[in-house]
């Protein structure tokens, strides 16, 4: 089993407020992702990074932000919360043998937002 | 069009049976391939990489073929318990990681 944990599991918050959302993998992958995946539908990249002090915007506008300090931590921060914003978040990181091909993503259970 | 492509499905298909779906990709800078396995509400969990010399693990065969661009996965002797949505997942020399939209296996007891 992978070792990359997202918090919280589920929540339920009022628009506006500000939220983060919680990543950490104990593997000391380098590459980090965040995934946003509506019920049904495929999943969309909205950032990675690439390791400590490396953050990229994915294929998916996102209002979210994130920062990467620690290589094990990837939170994911939302200034102000609105109901479009609803949808499960997913975290993987990944381990790139050498050579640089075969990546594997694990991901985390995954956040599932919902903004009232 | 997408860049990777997958027949959504469903496919209902008997307990015992075997069932095959392919996935297209249409970057030709394709390096790497995958496929996924994601349980409803569930994270994405890597069930096999996919070699082009064709691998198994068990019931599930993966092939790959890079004149045509697709890749394959072939479910033999289908327990209810792999139903499931399937991606195919394809990475590029560039670093991007694309997945396709999956498609849905459901066993029928």
């Known amino acids: 089993e992978a070792d990359i944990y997202q918090t919280p599991r589920y929540l339920v918050i009022g628009t506006g407020k500000k939220i983060t959302l919680e990543c950490s993998q104990t593997m000391g992958h380098d590459k980090m992702y965040w995934y946003q995946q509506d019920p049904g539908m495929e999943l969309h990249l909205i950032h990675y990074?690439?390791?400590?002090?490396?953050?990229e915007k994915g294929d998916l506008s996102s209002e979210s932000t994130v920062s990467r300090i620690r290589t094990e931590h990837f939170p994911l921060t939302l200034e102000s919360a609105r109901p479009s914003h609803t949808s499960q978040y997913l975290c993987?990181?990944?381990?790139?043998?050498?050579?640089?091909?075969?990546?594997?993503?694990?991901f985390g259970s995954g956040t599932q937002l919902s903004v009232l | 069009r997408k860049e990777v492509e997958q027949d959504p499905g469903p496919f209902n298909v008997p307990e015992g049976a075997t069932v095959a779906f392919n996935c297209t990709y249409s970057n030709s800078a394709s390096q790497s391939f995958f496929w996924y396995r994601q349980d409803c509400r569930k994270e994405p969990k890597l069930l096999m990489s996919v070699y082009s010399s064709g691998n198994e693990d068990g019931r599930f065969t993966a092939q790959l073929n890079r004149a045509s661009q697709y890749i394959s996965l072939l479910i033999r002797d289908s327990k209810l318990s792999d139903s499931a949505t399937y991606l195919c997942?394809?990475?590029?020399?560039?670093?991007?990681?694309?997945f396709g939209k999956g498609t849905r296996l459901h066993i029928l007891p």
């Open positions: 990074s690439y390791g400590v002090n490396s953050t």
């Open positions: 997942v394809v990475s590029r020399w560039d670093d991007k990681i694309i």
């Open positions: 993987a990181s990944s381990e790139i043998p050498l050579g640089g091909f075969n990546e594997k993503l694990f």
